[in-house]
């Protein structure tokens, strides 16, 4: 298996376009998990999915961000309209349940 | 609130010293504590802690639990260079299988 596969890598935006995220998990892993990475806040839980379904997204941090898990190997994550403030690195992970995440390699999201 | 504390920060050694990386957690329906190392990409797994008073150990890397004083340590002996990156505890809960980390620890091993 690749690993779990995140895409742009880098994206370089205007504030007020959207972006999306995407992310690949690795096959036959029921968790998949999104994060944002900061210097000031760390590694921050933004929402994760079991089997394709939401169960926690109280740390989606306002309504410009929205996620989907429209099937079992694929998932998106958007913001619109996009901030400054929302430059960071943002990470895909998966599992299988057992506390043991596996992480892509993230995008690096600029906004200017 | 869960929150899950590391400390110290940010630490600088030579190499050949030991160093103890803590986390400390508050948290709900503890299941597990990992530790995770970062380098320059994503985070990588290194242990997963459930019971107290039980070593992990991988190499001159070691961890062990405290469920009651609810911490845990990561040491790190004969340090080397490429022992640098930032180190992440993440503890896991019962019910919804979340995931907090921490703010992480940066080491940096110098030759």
């Known amino acids: 298996d690749a690993g779990v596969i995140q895409s742009p890598r880098h994206e370089v935006t205007e504030m007020g376009q959207e972006v999306t995220l995407r992310c690949k998990p690795i096959?036959?892993?029921?968790?998949l998990f999104w994060y944002r990475q900061t210097m000031m806040r760390g590694l921050e839980l933004l929402i994760y999915f079991n089997n394709n379904v939401p169960i926690d997204d109280s740390g989606m941090p306002e309504d410009r961000f929205s996620a989907k898990m429209p099937n079992a190997s694929f998932s998106t994550l958007k913001i619109q309209p996009s901030e400054p403030r929302d430059s960071a690195v943002y990470f895909c992970?998966?599992?299988?349940?057992?506390?043991?995440?596996?992480f892509g390699e993230g995008s690096r999201l600029t906004v200017l | 609130e869960d929150k899950v504390v590391q400390s110290p920060l940010s630490l600088v050694v030579h190499e050949g010293d030991t160093v103890t990386l803590n986390c400390s957690y508050e948290v709900t329906n503890f299941r597990s504590l990992l530790w995770y190392k970062q380098e320059k990409k994503a985070p990588t797994f290194l242990f997963m802690l459930t019971s107290s008073g039980i070593e992990k150990k991988s190499g001159r890397l070691s961890s062990i639990l405290d469920k009651k004083e609810l911490f845990s340590i990561l040491n790190i002996t004969a340090t080397q260079t490429g022992d640098s990156a930032v180190y992440l505890c993440?503890?896991?809960?019962?019910?919804?299988?979340?995931?907090?980390f921490g703010a992480g620890t940066r080491l940096t091993v110098k030759p």
């Open positions: 096959s036959g892993h029921d968790y």
């Open positions: 993440a503890v896991e809960v019962y019910n919804n299988n979340d995931m907090r």
């Open positions: 992970a998966t599992g299988q349940g057992n506390g043991e995440l596996f």
